[in-house]
């Protein structure tokens, strides 16, 4: 069977508008990236590539083994997209609970963007990250929803780098009510990528992330 296309907004096109970041200030910049809210779509994201944190930069960066790793492999761009094109051949409904849709790429004065839904908490305001939300007092609010987002990594086995607690967000849905997203960290680390094509290492490899994300945490 075909594997679904990925959407793309704005690639292969010649005609396509550039679009302009430059004038715009990032709202979170990350360790490989910068994160603007869409110029033309406030409820969208737009993730590039720090110039700093380049594929070839990376790579020359890299000590011992890890600089056999193909230039694709430390490209964080290249990755997501390929996490994603494996995550929209499941049932979107229930994948995007606990990850931003996606809603392809587009070309920018900063490089080729990854364009996502923007999150916010009900009031719209931008979450915290779980690294933030951990600097206070552990609430039965984010306990339900570290139980919750849990139940759906083992159902889902979604493969992730490691569960960072500044790569995920604590979203308000409403007074009481939280969800965990992870907004960055999507894809596999694996030099040989077992986990994609076997199911019982895809569950031994994310009983081992949810055990790392639970000692970093304290939240079991």
């Not at 930069?57 to 600089?67: D, F, H, L, M, S």
Request: aromatic share 8%; glycine share 6%.
């Amino acid at each position: 069977m075909a594997q679904p296309r990925l959407p793309s907004t704005s690639t292969n096109s010649r005609c396509a508008r550039l679009l302009v970041l430059a004038h715009h200030a990032p709202f979170t910049i990350g360790g490989t990236r910068r994160c603007y809210v869409h110029p033309d779509d406030p409820s969208k994201c737009i993730k590039v590539l720090r110039p700093d944190r380049t594929a070839v930069q990376r790579k020359r960066a890299a000590k011992g083994w890890r600089r056999l790793k193909p230039l694709a492999s430390f490209d964080d761009q290249v990755k997501e997209r390929r996490a994603y094109e494996r995550l929209i051949s499941h049932r979107e409904d229930f994948v995007f609970r606990h990850v931003p849709k996606y809603f392809g790429t587009v070309d920018t004065d900063m490089g080729i963007g990854i364009v996502t839904q923007l999150i916010r908490d009900f009031d719209g305001k931008f979450p915290a990250t779980l690294e933030e939300a951990l600097l206070l007092p552990v609430t039965s609010e984010l306990t339900s929803a570290v139980d919750q987002f849990k139940r759906w990594l083992r159902d889902s086995l979604l493969l992730t780098r490691d569960l960072l607690p500044h790569n995920i967000i604590v979203v308000r849905q409403s007074e009481g009510v939280s969800r965990l997203m992870i907004v960055d960290g999507l894809g596999s680390s694996e030099f040989v990528p077992l986990s994609h094509w076997n199911r019982f290492a895809a569950r031994k490899k994310v009983g081992r992330k949810i055990a790392k994300f639970e000692a970093w945490t304290g939240l079991r």
